[in-house]
């Protein structure tokens, strides 16, 4: 039965410096998916306003009555 070589334990210092460069690695790829994620919230946020200001367009309410709906409380829409 052959027997590899016993590994060498790592120091605590050599350890550290693993986890360091684990955390600047890990920190970057959340770093960059934060940013991909704004991005798309931006899309998506630009395209609402978008579509929502196309539907007033269209709307044969006047913009005054619109937001009027839109600004008043649940209590009062059931009056």
């Given at each position: 039965?052959?027997?590899g070589r016993k590994a060498v334990p790592e120091t605590i210092d050599q350890q550290i410096e693993k986890a360091q460069e684990?955390?600047?690695k890990t920190?970057?790829?959340y770093d960059q998916a934060v940013s991909s994620l704004q991005k798309l919230l931006d899309k998506r946020d630009a395209k609402r306003k978008d579509d929502?200001?196309?539907a007033v367009m269209k709307s044969e309410k006047s913009y005054d009555e619109i937001l009027q709906m839109i600004t008043k409380s649940p209590a009062d829409q059931n009056e």
């Open positions: 039965m052959a027997r684990k955390v600047i920190k970057a790829a929502l200001w196309n």
